[in-house]
């Protein structure tokens, strides 16, 4: 068997949909979209994510053998590494982590909240097993590489944690980089992931030293981003809204979607094309909120900025593009990266612990020796 011929299986849990991808070291050689319908929804409806591990196993297993495949390989090939997108683990350093029973057990107990993402790791060492090999997650939804002032928040009672899309964020720099003939090291850099969550972060020495994290910054298509302080004590408190549906609110049905009734972005354009001053107002507030924290991260690298990278799904939207340029293109300049493709990051993450390049972390090692709160 050639090294070219090595295939890495991938995974991606998500709410609706679990993606997977087989890839070698000459790009993709399969993807997939398995849509979750209202089935599991019932099924599964106030139990613990990992319940749903057998189902989606099947699935996927199903899936694959639909394509060709087994759940091991291809042709009496094993799969070279299997690859899940990392849950809601503890902070940790962004980097490829081997999958071991001391990940698994933090995912069990989903001490930082339930989601699907937490099912990437164990789906990924099932397949493995069964193969015979490593399993990794790469960039977890968790991993933080902040500097120490930025943990800071205002108040001891509350420090300021990274929950974001460090997995997409890195793949585009790392690409940028190799685009450019440059390490990822030598270039500082924002990178703004436009999607159904905003994450805009400032990148200095290969490591991503601050950010907004999901809780915090602007409003997206369903979260609102940060809110006035007291006006927000003050909701808590008024007997309108329960803790769970404040949180849905805030995380699910904030942003455009509290604005406008939809999440949908060509939808809002669809509505500002036919006279929709409102959805015209709400849509350019956004824009500039986005653009906002953009130069909030420029202050961050001390206006020393070698390029802004915009990537996710908003960044498909040339009315997004068009009034975001101008109010941002005076930090460096600007190259978009549209939709997202965190199939690709996660096998890039695994060749480069095949290939050597470099060094597959332990969590168990790692975790406590983090210096971050866990």
Same mark, same amino acid.
């Given at each position: 068997?050639?090294?070219?011929?090595?295939?890495?299986?991938?995974?991606?849990?998500?709410?609706?949909?679990?993606?997977?991808?087989?890839?070698?070291?000459?790009?993709?050689?399969?993807?997939?979209?398995?849509?979750?319908?209202?089935?599991?929804?019932?099924?599964?409806?106030?139990?613990?994510?990992?319940?749903?591990?057998?189902?989606?196993?099947?699935?996927?297993?199903?899936?694959?053998?639909?394509?060709?495949?087994?759940?091991?390989?291809?042709?009496?090939?094993?799969?070279?590494?299997?690859?899940?997108?990392?849950?809601?683990?503890?902070?940790?350093?962004?980097?490829?982590?081997?999958?071991?029973?001391?990940?698994?057990?933090?995912?069990?107990?989903?001490?930082?909240?339930?989601?699907?993402?937490?099912?990437?790791?164990?789906?990924?060492?099932?397949?493995?097993?069964?193969?015979?090999?490593?399993?990794?997650?790469?960039?977890?939804?968790?991993?933080?590489?902040?500097?120490?002032?930025?943990?800071?928040?205002?108040?001891?009672?509350?420090?300021?944690?990274?929950?974001?899309?460090?997995?997409?964020?890195?793949?585009?720099?790392?690409?940028?980089?190799?685009?450019?003939?440059?390490?990822?090291?030598?270039?500082?850099?924002?990178?703004?992931?436009?999607?159904?969550?905003?994450?805009?972060?400032?990148?200095?020495?290969?490591?991503?030293?601050?950010?907004?994290? !999901? #809780?915090?910054?602007?409003?997206?298509?369903?979260?609102? *981003?940060?809110?006035?302080?007291? =006006? /927000? &004590?003050?909701?808590? $408190?008024?007997?309108?809204?329960?803790?769970?549906?404040?949180?849905?609110?805030?995380?699910?049905?904030?942003?455009?979607?509290?604005?406008?009734?939809?999440?949908?972005?060509?939808?809002?354009?669809?509505?500002?094309?036919?006279?929709?001053?409102?959805?015209?107002?709400?849509?350019?507030?956004?824009?500039?909120?986005?653009?906002?924290?953009?130069?909030?991260?420029?202050?961050?690298?001390?206006?020393?900025?070698?390029?802004?990278?915009?990537?996710?799904?908003?960044?498909?939207?040339?009315?997004?593009?068009?009034?975001?340029?101008?109010? !941002? #293109?005076?930090?460096?300049?600007?190259?978009?990266?549209? *939709?997202?493709?965190?199939?690709? =990051? /996660? &096998?890039?993450?695994? $060749?480069?612990?095949?290939?050597?390049?470099?060094?597959?972390?332990?969590?168990?090692?790692?975790?406590?020796?983090?210096?971050?709160?866990?």
């Amino acid at each position: 068997m050639t090294l070219q011929a090595d295939r890495v299986l991938v995974l991606n849990p998500g709410a609706t949909s679990t993606k997977f991808g087989i890839f070698t070291r000459a790009g993709e050689e399969l993807s997939r979209n398995l849509r979750h319908g209202d089935d599991e929804i019932r099924l599964f409806r106030g139990r613990p994510m990992l319940d749903r591990l057998d189902y989606r196993f099947g699935m996927l297993r199903n899936a694959l053998q639909e394509a060709g495949y087994s759940e091991t390989g291809k042709d009496g090939e094993s799969w070279a590494a299997v690859a899940g997108r990392g849950g809601l683990l503890p902070p940790m350093d962004c980097g490829t982590y081997l999958v071991d029973d001391a990940m698994i057990e933090e995912l069990r107990l989903a001490r930082r909240g339930e989601h699907a993402s937490n099912l990437g790791a164990v789906l990924a060492l099932r397949f493995a097993r069964t193969a015979g090999v490593n399993a990794y997650i790469v960039d977890p939804v968790t991993a933080d590489e902040w500097q120490p002032c930025a943990r800071i928040s205002g108040s001891p009672l509350v420090s300021r944690v990274f929950v974001g899309h460090a997995l997409n964020t890195k793949a585009v720099a790392r690409r940028y980089a190799r685009r450019k003939g440059r390490a990822y090291a030598d270039l500082r850099l924002i990178v703004a992931h436009l999607g159904s969550g905003i994450t805009i972060s400032a990148h200095r020495g290969g490591r991503m030293i601050d950010s907004n994290s !999901i #809780e915090e910054g602007p409003f997206g298509p369903d979260r609102t *981003g940060s809110l006035p302080a007291r =006006a /927000l &004590a003050r909701l808590c $408190f008024s007997g309108k809204m329960t803790a769970a549906e404040l949180d849905r609110h805030l995380f699910g049905n904030g942003g455009l979607s509290a604005y406008l009734g939809t999440r949908d972005l060509l939808e809002v354009e669809r509505r500002i094309d036919a006279g929709d001053a409102f959805a015209a107002q709400v849509f350019e507030a956004l824009v500039y909120q986005v653009a906002k924290e953009t130069g909030a991260m420029a202050a961050v690298l001390a206006g020393k900025v070698d390029a802004v990278l915009l990537t996710g799904g908003m960044a498909h939207s040339e009315r997004v593009l068009t009034m975001l340029r101008p109010q !941002i #293109e005076w930090i460096a300049p600007v190259t978009v990266y549209p *939709g997202e493709d965190e199939l690709h =990051a /996660l &096998a890039e993450g695994v $060749f480069r612990v095949l290939d050597g390049e470099e060094e597959a972390k332990a969590y168990f090692k790692t975790r406590p020796a983090s210096g971050h709160d866990s």
